[in-house]
């Protein structure tokens, strides 16, 4: 089955031009697919879209649907949802709410009513897999951009979601930074996470099993 399909999606924001045009696309549990496209062309869009983030948080005119595991994500309560979908943008600080590492990464677990022992266990994880464990108290404003964007990504990683979308997270990171999100990146495919990546540049290819193109509005899947 797959973990994230999405079936004739079609959008546009109000009154505008079609965006997106019965676009197709899946991921399976355990493969990273890349999504390529100029700008302008809807790749953020999609990403909101595949994530649940249009139409709950933003409107616009949307047809067709998403499927997580098989389940129309519209069907699905925000709670499971959130649990199940994480998303990392390119500019961590629209990401990063609490004033310490350890503030920020206890927020999704405790909402989700987790247990204490169990939110320690899930923030030491998290950390320890972006190499920041020695960040814990630190005040998230005293960190650098790839290192924040390490924080975001371990705040995602800390709620065990299924599928990860990744809307051009690795743009701007340093080289050290992008080595280590790379390795969770690999260690996350072997757990069978699906991951879904916005990223143009060719250093990212080796990490996906397919790439699609997305350009006027159409998406075409694109030979390796
Ligand atoms: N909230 C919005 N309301 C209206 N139009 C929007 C909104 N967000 C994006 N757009 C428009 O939709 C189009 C696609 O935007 P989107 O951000 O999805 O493209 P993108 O492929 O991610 O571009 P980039 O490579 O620059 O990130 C653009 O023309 C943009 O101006
Ligand atoms: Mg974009």
């Known amino acids: 089955m797959n973990a994230l399909e999405g079936r004739q999606i079609s959008f546009s924001y109000g009154r505008g031009k079609t965006l997106l045009s019965q676009v197709d696309f899946y991921v399976q549990p355990g493969e990273c697919v890349i999504l390529q496209g100029p700008s302008g062309s809807g790749k953020t869009t999609l990403c909101h879209i595949a994530g649940g983030i249009i139409p709950r948080s933003f409107s616009g005119d949307l047809e067709g649907e998403v499927l997580l595991f098989g389940t129309p994500l519209h069907s699905l ?49 998290a950390l320890d897999a972006v190499e920041m464990s020695s960040f814990r108290l630190v005040e998230t404003d005293t960190l650098s951009h790839g290192q924040k964007q390490r924080i975001a990504l371990a705040a995602v990683l800390a709620l065990r979601p299924r599928v990860l979308i990744l809307d051009e ?56």
């Open 77 to 125: 309560s925000l709670a499971d949802v959130v649990k199940n979908v994480g998303i990392l943008f390119q500019n961590p600080d629209s990401q990063l709410f609490f004033p310490t590492v350890e503030d920020e990464l206890a927020f999704g677990p405790e909402n989700l009513c987790l247990p204490r022992e169990e939110i320690a266990l899930r923030i030491a994880e």
């Open 169 to 224: 997270a690795f743009s701007q990171l340093d080289t050290a930074s992008t080595a280590i999100v790379k390795g969770v990146l690999r260690r996350q495919k072997e757990l069978g996470q699906a991951i879904f990546m916005v990223e143009n540049g060719e250093e990212h290819l080796e990490l996906a099993e397919r790439v699609y193109e997305l350009q006027g509005g159409q998406i075409r899947e694109v030979a390796l």
